[in-house]
């Protein structure tokens, strides 16, 4: 005759970490545009490239 068993407990299952409410609206926020460089800046990008153009780089061995 058959003996009657206990149903095996299922193992809790895992509860997933709670979602930090700040962080959705984080990652659907996208960068602006940015600002024209300031004339100072601009003037040393420049003379940045102009030396460039004139002294290139020499290829390291």
């Given at each position: 005759m058959p003996t009657f068993t206990n149903p095996r407990s299922q193992?809790?299952?895992a509860l997933r970490?709670?979602?930090n409410p700040v962080?959705?609206?984080a990652?659907?926020?996208q960068a602006g545009r940015h600002q024209?460089?300031?004339p100072r800046q601009?003037?040393?990008s420049q003379m940045r490239l102009a030396l460039r153009d004139l002294h290139p780089?020499?290829?390291q061995d």
């Amino acid at each position: 005759m058959p003996t009657f068993t206990n149903p095996r407990s299922q193992p809790a299952k895992a509860l997933r970490k709670p979602r930090n409410p700040v962080v959705a609206p984080a990652l659907m926020r996208q960068a602006g545009r940015h600002q024209v460089p300031h004339p100072r800046q601009a003037a040393q990008s420049q003379m940045r490239l102009a030396l460039r153009d004139l002294h290139p780089p020499t290829p390291q061995d």
